[in-house]
Every structure is written in C-alpha cells, then in structure tokens.
C-alpha cells in the first residue's frame, strides 16, 4: 500500500496499537467489513484506506461516512 492512499484519508502516522486496514475493492461485499470498522470497531481499528478503480464506489463511502477525501 503506497502511503498516498493513507494520505488521501487525512492519516500519516499510527494513532495507537490497534490495527491499521486498507479495503481494496469497495464493491457489495466491502460495506460488510466498512461499516462495522467505521460504527463498531474504530476504538481498535483503524480503516486508513479505500482503493477501488470504480470512483463512484469510492464516493459512495466517502458521502455515507463523510471521509476526508
């Protein structure tokens, strides 16, 4: 993972001990794992990228999660 996509999300640093995660590909499947990282398990979790050739898959998150990017 190439540190331009944490930068896209406004993260350059660890924030802690928990676990920084990427999700490449932010099709169907992807809202399973996007959602209970960004609602239930931000506390140990970081979700620090989203990577997808789609850009209106990208934008879906990025609006329903408001991102920084």
């Known amino acids: ?20 995660i990427a999700i490449v590909g932010t099709g169907g499947r992807a809202t399973s794992y996007i959602d209970p990282l960004v609602n239930e398990y931000h506390a140990d979790h970081e979700l620090v990228a989203l990577c997808d050739p789609n850009p209106h898959r990208i934008n879906y998150h990025r609006d329903r999660f408001k991102f920084p990017f």
Request: glycine share 16%.
């Open 1 to 20: 993972m190439s540190s331009d996509c944490r930068l896209l999300l406004g993260n350059t640093e660890t924030e802690g001990d928990g676990h920084e």
